[in-house]
T-cell receptor
Framework: DAMVIQNPRYQVTQFGKPVTLSCSQTLNHNVMYWYQQKSSQAPKLLFHYYDKDFNNEADTPDNFQSRRPNTSFCFLDIRSPGLGDTAMYLC??????????????FGEGSRLTVL | QKEVEQNSGPLSVPEGAIASLNCTYSDRGSQSFFWYRQYSGKSPELIMFIYSNGDKEDGRFTAQLNKASQYVSLLIRDSQPSDSATYLCAGSMEYGNKLVFGAGTILRVKS
């Protein structure tokens, strides 16, 4: 089945130890997003790619970086995680010009805990 | 600051009742609105979207949009225990796919 796959599903890391989360998609969607969702809070957009064009949200910390080497893959790098970065990280895709503008297809999420 | 506001709940309704979930937004330029359902520990899934003022029905779900009042709602008829989840309201603040989410309303349907 076509889907959005995130790895790892669960990650525990030490304060300051870099972590990379991955996302792959078989939907061939041109837009990919990374959202951060803390407990009982709204998903917050960190950045998104429109094809290869990277779009960073103004309030996304510099500690967060992203790479999209090809259409199918996208990575979230947290260079020096702090305790406040403990959250669920959601990857989503959409197809610009698709049937429903704004329909996002989410992966299962990567739950990150920083100790 | 472009915001989407929801009552966090929990909203408790008995099985078979109508659940009414509400959402307000601050940006008058918002074009379209979405309701996503999120089960605990899972990712959000789209259940309804609405672009135009008025009502839109899809099975047991009805979305309502009032752009003059900057208000969006979701009605769930014949609520089932399986509807128990967090419901996220999201708005597209510009043409395109970038969404701003509310924090969600927890719905509990009691059997």
């Amino acid at each position: 089945d076509a889907m959005v796959i995130q790895n790892p599903r669960y990650q525990v890391t030490q304060f300051g130890k870099p972590v990379t989360l991955s996302c792959s998609q078989t939907l061939n969607h041109n837009v990919m997003y990374w959202y951060q969702q803390k407990s009982s809070q709204a998903p917050k957009l960190l950045f998104h790619y429109y094809d290869k064009d990277f779009n960073n949200e103004a309030d996304t910390p510099d500690n967060f970086q992203s790479r999209r080497p090809n259409t199918s893959f996208c990575f979230l790098d947290i260079r020096s995680p702090g305790l406040g970065d403990t959250a669920m990280y959601l990857c989503a895709t959409s197809r610009e010009g698709g049937r429903i503008t704004g329909e996002l297809f989410f992966g299962e999420g990567s739950r990150l805990t920083v100790l | 600051q472009k915001e989407v506001e929801q009552n966090s709940g929990p909203l408790s309704v008995p099985e078979g009742a109508i659940a009414s979930l509400n959402c307000t937004y601050s940006d008058r330029g918002s074009q379209s609105f979405f309701w996503y359902r999120q089960y605990s520990g899972k990712s959000p899934e789209l259940i309804m979207f609405i672009y135009s003022n008025g009502d839109k029905e899809d099975g047991r779900f009805t979305a309502q949009l009032n752009k003059a009042s900057q208000y969006v709602s979701l009605l769930i008829r014949d609520s089932q225990p399986s509807d128990s989840a967090t419901y996220l309201c999201a708005g597209s603040m510009e043409y395109g796919n970038k969404l701003v989410f509310g924090a969600g309303t927890i719905l509990r349907v009691k059997s």
